[in-house]
């Protein structure tokens, strides 16, 4: 049988970061490709605790179908929540539960996106949100990354030269994958420039409240005066990625389309999962806990920023982080990026190239990614020692 697929999917390939998963999954690979919560950031035990308890009082609330919109208790508390700690969120603006913040991009391309419209993204940006806009054809512009984020004057060319731009992407703190925060006048600017060309903005913040380091800057969506931003939030890195809770909060009418989306795609976000979220939150210290995983995270930052002055530099560069998982690094000068990394590969170590988060994967980029959440501190040695081995045969 041959079997002929849709144009929607024929335009969609395998993620490179999934490709390099299958190096990565060799034991004797020292994978810094994923993007995975530390193993010792899980409040593993509460959770456990959380879920006994909701057993043994309301078995049937958790196993029973549920509404589309998402556990009511979660919906209001999260609205609370954020329009009084990050002024997220107005009269206007309403929420829905998501699996995930993957989903939020689909669906928001889904409800607002017609083949050959364009979206604005970073370059680089994160390749599920990237390979979810292109399952529905979008035309993806991608504007560069500077060290406090888009560069403004090429956004705004982009927003003159495409006259079907239906929003702009973003990942204004930690961006997945070069680490880079936008500054704050920087997201007035975008704010202002989406303004002037009438398009959305799609703000993709799941790193924000992993800040170790620096000033909180407040999020594009607090200065949406005009319903013009859609704001994804998500619960999987900071407490499970597993447990598959984010949150969208947007115009009624974008939710209102959304909403009826999610009842043709997947009906509701796991009931059982947000009543456990729901608690977690509620019911425990989740201040308590957001400051335990920022002090893992900035540990961890810091082990691998001075392993990569240790054994990279001066051949590796890359720029110092505040937040996140993600350090972007560049290959030594004269070196071939995709080269590199498939040396990196042979030598047992994995990273991810920077041209899997383009736009286009054929532009060229000398970035790569590496991940310090997921190893441990031996392997993050290991892996970065080969880094340098291998970065010193370019001198
Ligand atoms: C920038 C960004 N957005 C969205 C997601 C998707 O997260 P979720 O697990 O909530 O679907 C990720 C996951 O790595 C991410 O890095």
Request: hydrophobic share 35%; glycine share 6%; proline share 5%.
């Amino acid at each position: 049988m041959e079997y002929t697929f849709s144009d929607r999917t024929n335009n969609l390939k395998p993620s490179a970061i999934r490709e390099i998963f299958k190096y990565a999954a060799d034991p004797t690979v020292v994978s810094l490709s994923a993007g995975n919560p530390s193993p010792d950031a899980f409040p593993a035990k509460e959770l456990e605790e959380i879920s006994a308890r909701l057993f043994k009082e309301n078995p049937i609330a958790l196993l029973q179908y549920s509404v589309t919109e998402g556990y009511a208790p979660l919906r209001a508390h999260l609205k609370k929540y954020m329009s009084e700690k990050y002024s997220v969120g107005t009269e206007l603006d309403d929420i829905l539960i998501t699996t995930g913040a993957q989903q939020i991009m689909d669906f928001a391309t889904k409800s607002l996106v017609n083949e050959g419209d364009v979206i604005i993204t970073e370059a680089p940006s994160f390749i599920g949100s990237l390979n979810s806009f292109r399952a529905y054809n979008a035309k993806l512009v991608g504007v560069p990354v500077e060290s406090d984020g888009m560069n403004m004057e090429l956004l705004e060319e982009a927003l003159k030269n495409n006259d079907r731009v239906r929003f702009i992407y973003t990942i204004p703190n930690f961006q997945n994958p070069s680490g880079v925060t936008m500054s704050m006048e920087k997201r007035e600017k975008l704010y202002e420039l989406a303004k002037k060309y009438n398009v959305l903005i799609l703000e993709d913040n799941p790193y924000g409240d992993l800040r170790y380091s620096g000033e909180f800057l407040p999020a594009i969506k607090s200065l949406d005066t005009d319903g013009r931003v859609i704001y994804a939030g998500s619960f999987s890195k900071v407490i499970s990625p597993g447990m598959r809770v984010a949150y969208t909060i947007a115009p009624q009418p974008i939710i209102q389309k959304m909403t009826v989306c999610k009842q043709g795609s997947d009906v509701h976000t796991n009931i059982w999962s947000q009543m456990v979220c729901y608690e977690f939150l509620t019911k425990y210290d989740f201040e308590a806990h957001l400051d335990r995983l920022r002090s893992i995270y900035r540990e961890k930052a810091k082990f691998c920023m001075d392993l990569l002055d240790k054994y990279c530099a001066p051949e590796i560069t890359y720029d110092k982080i505040d937040g996140g998982l993600f350090i972007w690094c560049r290959v030594p000068k004269g070196a071939n990026m995709p080269e590199f990394v498939k040396k990196a590969i042979e030598n047992k170590v994995c990273v991810v190239p920077g041209n899997a988060f383009l736009t286009d994967e054929k532009d060229e980029t000398d970035g790569f990614r590496i991940n310090f959440s997921t190893p441990t501190d031996e392997q993050l040695e290991k892996g970065v020692r080969i880094l340098g081995e291998l970065a010193k045969t370019y001198k």
